[in-house]
C-alpha cells in the first residue's frame, strides 16, 4: 500500500510541475506583452496564451489528475502525506472541482477574449472612449456570469467570484465591514476639508525618469528585494509577477511630472515580490507557492507603500539620498514638509493616486459597481454614468471623460471580477498586523528612523511569507494577532495620521 501511494504521489508531483512550467510560460509572454511587444504582436500573441492556456486547463481538469486526487484525498490516504504534499492535494482538489464544471473550450474562448480586450482597453484608456472596450467587456460580465452559475453559491451571485480571490469571505461579511469604514472615514474626510492644505506643488516638478529608476533600484535593495532573482520594469499599469522562485519581477510606472507615481508603485509591487521571494522553497513547484489570498497579498504591499513609506521616521532617513538624487527640485523643501506632502488628503479621481483616508471609498465604488453587473442589476452601457455619479457622491468629484473614469483600471479587462475588495481588506489586514509587529518589535520606531529595514522583512517573512497557502488568511491573522479580522486598527492608524497632519 505504501509503495502504491508513494507512485501516486509522485505521479501527482510531476502534473503539478507539468502545470507550473505551462504557466511560467505563459507569464513570460504575459510579460512581455505589458513590457513593450510590438502592437502588431498583440493577435497573435494573444492566441499562443490562449492555447497554452487551454492545454493548462485541459490538464487540470484531466481523469488523470481527477484519480489522482480522488485517491490522495481519502481519509485513509491523506493521514499518511505529508503536511506539504496534504495542502497541496487540498488546494488542487478545490480548483479541480471548480475548473471541472467548466466546459474546456468555454475556457479557452474566454483566455483568449481577456488577452485581446487588455490591448483593447489599454487603447480605449487613451482615448477616452469607453464605446471601444464597451463590448468585450460585456463578454466578460456575460462569462462570469455563466461561470458564477456553473459554480454554484449562496446569497449573491457575486459570492462565487469574490471566494476566487478571498477564500470565504462573501458579500453578508464584506458589507458591514465596508459600512463601518465608511461611516468612520467620511466624517474624517470632511475635517480635512475644512482643514488648512499641505503644500504639493514641488512633486510635479521635473523628475528625470533615469534617476527616478535609480532610486526604485535602491529603494527596493534597502527593503531586502534580492535582483539576483528578480528585475523592475516599466509598464503602463504596475504590477508584480512570479515566473518561478528564481525570478519574481516588479514592473512600475515613471511620470516624469509626478514623482509620487514611480515611488510609491515601487514600494507597493516591490511588497508584492518581497512576500513572492520569500515563501519557503520547499514550497516551490507545488500550487501552494503564492500567497495566501489576494488579500493577504495586498496588505504586504500596502504595509510597504504607506505603513513603511508614508511614515515620517522613513523620510527622516531616506530624504536625504532622494535630494541627493534630485538637488534642485527639492532644495528648499524640508523633510516634514515632503512627508506632508506625499500623505496630502485630497479627494481624486484615480485610485492609484488616492490618499490612504479616501482610497477605500475607490474600492467601494468598484464593489457596488460589481455586484449589480454580475447580479444583473445594471448593464454595462450604464458603466460610465453610474460611475460618474458616483464619484461624486462619494468623493465630491466628477470625471472629465472616461479615461480618467470608468477606464482607469486595468482589472476588469483582465476578468479579475471579484478583485477590487481584497484592496481594501489589504488596508485593514495591514494596519491589524502592524498593530501585532509594533508590539513584537518594540524597536520598530528606532528601525525606521535608521533605515534599517531588514528585521522588519524578516518579521514579515517569519510570519506571513514563508507559509506561502499553507495558511488559510483567517489562520494566519489569528495565530498573528489572536483575533478575527478587526477593522478598528486601520480607523485608528488613518486617525492618528490625519491627526498629525492635518491638526484636527
Known amino acids: 500500500m505504501e509503495t502504491i501511494l508513494n507512485e501516486k504521489v ?9 502545470i507550473k512550467a505551462y504557466n511560467e510560460a505563459i507569464n513570460v509572454m504575459y510579460w512581455d506583452l505589458r513590457t513593450g511587444a510590438p502592437e502588431k504582436a498583440v493577435d497573435g500573441r494573444s492566441e499562443v496564451i490562449g492555447m497554452l492556456s487551454s492545454e493548462v486547463f485541459q490538464l487540470s481538469t484531466s481523469n488523470e489528475l481527477g484519480e489522482l486526487l480522488e485517491y490522495l484525498s481519502q481519509p485513509e490516504q491523506d493521514k499518511n502525506l505529508d503536511e506539504i504534499t496534504r495542502a497541496a492535494v487540498k488546494v488542487t482538489k478545490k480548483d479541480f472541482d471548480q475548473n471541472k464544471k467548466i466546459p474546456a473550450d468555454l475556457y479557452k474562448e474566454y483566455v483568449v477574449l481577456t488577452s485581446k480586450a487588455e490591448s483593447v482597453w489599454a487603447e480605449a484608456k487613451d482615448k477616452s472612449d469607453f464605446s471601444l472596450f464597451q463590448p468585450y467587456l460585456e463578454k466578460i460580465v456575460h462569462f462570469n456570469q455563466q461561470f458564477a452559475e456553473l459554480w454554484g453559491y449562496e446569497g449573491s451571485k457575486y459570492n462565487a467570484l469574490l471566494d476566487n480571490y478571498e477564500q470565504g469571505m462573501t458579500v453578508e461579511k464584506l ?9 468612520d472615514l467620511v466624517p474624517l474626510i470632511q475635517k480635512v476639508a475644512e482643514a488648512k492644505q499641505v503644500e504639493t506643488s514641488f512633486l510635479r516638478k521635473k523628475y528625470p525618469k533615469h534617476q527616478q529608476e535609480q532610486f526604485s533600484k535602491y529603494i527596493l535593495e534597502e527593503m531586502g528585494y534580492d535582483f539576483k532573482a528578480g528585475r523592475i520594469d516599466e509598464t503602463v499599469h504596475p504590477f508584480q509577477i512570479t515566473l518561478n522562485h528564481g525570478d519574481v519581477r516588479v514592473l512600475t510606472k515613471y511620470e516624469e511630472n509626478d514623482l509620487t507615481v ?14 513572492e521571494q520569500n515563501i519557503a522553497s520547499e514550497l516551490d513547484g507545488t500550487p501552494i507557492y503564492e500567497g495566501a489570498s489576494m488579500g493577504i497579498h495586498e496588505s504586504q504591499s500596502r504595509f510597504w507603500e504607506n505603513v513603511v513609506g508614508r511614515n515620517e521616521l522613513f523620510w527622516n532617513n531616506y530624504y536625504s539620498k532622494l535630494t541627493e538624487m534630485f538637488p534642485e527640485q527639492l532644495k528648499d523643501v524640508a523633510v516634514k514638509d515632503f512627508y506632508k506632502g506625499v500623505n496630502e488628503i485630497k479627494p481624486s479621481l484615480i485610485r492609484i493616486d488616492a490618499d490612504e483616508l479616501t482610497y477605500n471609498l475607490h474600492i467601494m465604488l468598484r464593489y457596488e459597481l460589481e455586484k449589480a453587473l454580475i447580479n444583473g442589476e445594471i448593464s454595462v452601457d450604464q458603466l460610465p454614468a453610474l460611475w460618474n455619479e458616483k464619484m461624486k457622491d462619494y468623493l465630491g468629484v466628477e470625471p472629465a471623460n472616461d479615461g480618467e473614469g470608468v477606464l482607469q483600471d486595468v482589472h476588469w479587462s483582465a476578468g479579475l471580477i471579484g478583485y477590487f475588495p481584497t484592496y481594501a481588506l489589504g488596508n485593514i489586514y495591514a494596519a491589524q498586523f502592524t498593530e501585532q509587529m509594533k508590539k513584537e518589535l518594540s524597536n520598530f520606531d528606532q528601525l525606521m528612523l535608521e533605515g534599517n529595514l531588514i528585521p522588519i522583512k524578516e518579521w514579515l517573512d517569519e510570519k506571513i ?6 495558511k488559510t488568511p483567517t489562520q494566519l491573522l489569528k ?9 478598528k486598527y486601520l480607523i485608528q492608524y488613518l486617525t492618528n495620521k490625519v491627526n498629525d497632519i492635518y491638526n484636527v
Not at 458589507?175 to 461611516?183: N, W
Not at 511569507?465 to 499553507?470: M, N, P, S
Open 262 to 275: 514611480s515611488l510609491f508603485s515601487t514600494l507597493h509591487e516591490g511588497g508584492h515580490a518581497q512576500y
Open 465 to 470: 511569507h514563508q507559509y506561502g497557502k499553507l
Open 10 to 18: 509522485e505521479a501527482f508531483k510531476e502534473l503539478i510541475k507539468k
Open 175 to 183: 458589507d458591514p465591514i465596508f459600512t463601518a469604514l465608511r461611516e
Open 479 to 487: 495565530d498573528i494577532t489572536g483575533e478575527e479580522l478587526n477593522a
